[in-house]
């Protein structure tokens, strides 16, 4: 069993035998009531030195996660025509901008840097025991402008012992659907950054403050429980890159020996 298998499962496990909750915030297309199944403050460790974090219960992507770091950490966009995703549809006014969120907040310069993804990568460069090298997501200035606020709203770099760790914060995470993307965006952002400063890779290590799952998702809940795990996928990152800036979506792969069918989710927005 792989790490990230038996951490989700376990997860999972407590998640389902909490009450089913009203959620008044979010709504399903056809318009049948939502209800959420949670559980708070969850803390998971990932060592990435021995095992990139990729679910085999159901295959992860790795492509789309790219694009996503892209769009958030180099492009700096807050609007979906950049990204090449259809994810951040639901949350685009008609010229495709989600407001002041994620790239729009990197983009905003720190400490004498043009922005802050460029911060990160020089203080871990110029002042690797700093313990400053964060990004910040969650700005409450901001709050009222964004069309949802940042689920993943702050990450802080730490270099230790010639590895590159990562503590990465996010309010809430549809655990089915979207948590291990974002496992894996971050995981692939840790690899991109330890590669341009020249760092082995160390610990990920993710706080949640709220997993949950959806009312119409329980059967692929239990589903994935029932599934055996297999080994893991092999990841790729093209060894001729080194600039946080030159990788391409080409330039990372995940590659599974063998695959569960992959699950489809009806998305509450």
């Known amino acids: 069993m792989t790490l990230y298998d038996k951490t989700f499962k376990e997860n999972l496990s407590l998640i389902l035998q909490e009450d089913w909750i ?43 996660p790219f694009k996503e770091d892209d769009w958030i950490y180099r492009k700096r966009s807050n609007n979906v025509n950049d990204l090449g995703l259809d994810i951040w549809n639901a949350w685009a006014d008609e010229d495709g901008s989600i407001g002041k969120a ?25 002042n690797p025991h700093s313990r400053r090298i964060q990004i910040e ?59 341009h400063v020249g760092l082995a890779v160390g610990i990920l290590t993710h706080i949640i403050g709220n997993c949950h799952i959806y009312n119409k998702h329980i059967e692929q809940a239990h589903i994935l429980m029932e599934r055996e795990e297999l080994e893991a996928p092999t990841f790729w990152l093209n060894p001729e890159k080194k600039n946080f800036y030159d ?23």
């Open 22 to 64: 009203a959620d008044e915030r979010a709504s399903w297309k056809d318009g049948t009531p939502i209800y959420t199944k949670s559980i708070p403050a969850v803390v998971n460790r990932y060592d990435l030195s021995k095992e990139f974090p990729a679910c085999t219960l159901r295959p992860s992507a790795i492509k789309g």
């Open 102 to 126: 994620y790239g729009y907040q990197v983009a905003k310069p720190v400490f004498g840097y043009d922005n802050q993804m460029d911060y990160v990568l020089g203080e871990l460069l110029r």
């Open 137 to 195: 997501l969650w700005n409450v200035d901001d709050i009222g402008e964004m069309n949802l606020p940042p689920c993943v709203h702050h990450i802080q770099f730490i270099a230790h012992n010639g590895k590159l760790h990562l503590i990465m914060k996010q309010r809430s995470s549809d655990y089915l659907v979207a948590h291990n993307w974002n496992v894996v965006q971050y995981s692939l952002l840790v690899h991109m950054v330890a590669r």
């Open 247 to 269: 990788f391409t979506v080409d330039d990372v792969k995940l590659t599974y020996k063998e695959k569960h069918e992959q699950l489809t989710f009806d998305v509450a927005e």
